[in-house]
């Protein structure tokens, strides 16, 4: 387990779970997408999110990424974003 802290006393594991989270939002969010224009499999995609989420970790640690409310906002509204897109055609 990571339990070291960035340099703005962020926990290393909670960061990695939250950009692990939010690229795969992001993923699920594209996936529809990308599949209809270019016929991409989502293996592809599920492929991507490891080397994404440690790009996003990275570039959080890099900014000095923190957890207030913003970030949490950025989270859920991903989630529902998912939720209403793949929602949408079952109704």
Not at 50 to 65: A, D, M, R, V, W
Request: hydrophobic share 60%; aromatic share 14%; net charge positive.
């Amino acid at each position: 387990m990571l339990a070291t802290l960035s340099p703005r006393g962020v926990r290393l594991d909670k960061l990695m779970l939250y950009h692990f989270l939010l690229i795969t939002s992001w993923l699920l969010i594209l996936s529809p997408f990308i599949y209809f224009a270019f016929g991409a499999a989502p293996l592809i995609l599920t492929s991507l999110l490891i080397p994404l989420t440690c790009i996003s970790t990275l570039i959080g640690l890099k900014l000095g990424h923190g957890f207030g409310k913003t970030a949490s906002t950025l989270l859920f509204a991903s989630w529902m974003a998912v939720w209403a897109l793949h929602l949408y055609p079952a109704i």
